[in-house]
Nanobody, 123 residues
Framework: QVQLVESGGGLVQAGGSLTLSCAAS???????MGWFRQAPGKEREFVAA????????HYTESVRGRFTISRDNAKNSVYLQMKSLKPEDTGVYYC?????????????????WGQGTQVTVSS
């Protein structure tokens, strides 16, 4: 059984930075790891993904150049470093683990999900 716990969310002003962490228990070292987010009143959307080795990453266009996904398999953790935050980045951020391609944007490509952490960016 895989469990994912996110942390690091909070309230930040536009232009600020936050780093989210996802601590995993269970067998995730061979998994693709992803971050999704859900804004109020909207569907959950893909943000970023990283391959099991950390050698490949993929981002949704709106965050490319501002967000960086990374992982530390020794610590069984995944991170999302967010810079130049915008109010439209506000939402609940979820960590997910799966065995599909990093280019798969579908929620169904991921088997395990965390409970989410709230990120609020004020203007």
């Amino acid at each position: 059984q895989v469990q994912l716990v996110e942390s690091g969310g909070g309230l930040v002003q536009a232009g600020g930075s936050l780093t989210l962490s996802c601590a995993a228990s269970g067998r995730t070292k061979s998994s693709t790891m992803g971050w999704f987010r859900q804004a109020p009143g909207k569907e959950r959307e893909f943000v970023a993904a990283i391959s099991w080795s950390g050698g490949s990453t993929h981002y949704t266009e709106s965050v490319r150049g501002r967000f960086t996904i990374s992982r530390d398999n020794a610590k069984n953790s995944v991170y999302l470093q967010m810079k130049s935050l915008k109010p439209e980045d506000t939402g609940v951020y979820y960590c997910a683990a799966g065995y599909g391609s990093i280019y798969s944007l579908r929620e169904g490509a991921y088997d395990y999900w965390g409970q989410g952490t709230q990120v609020t960016v004020s203007s």
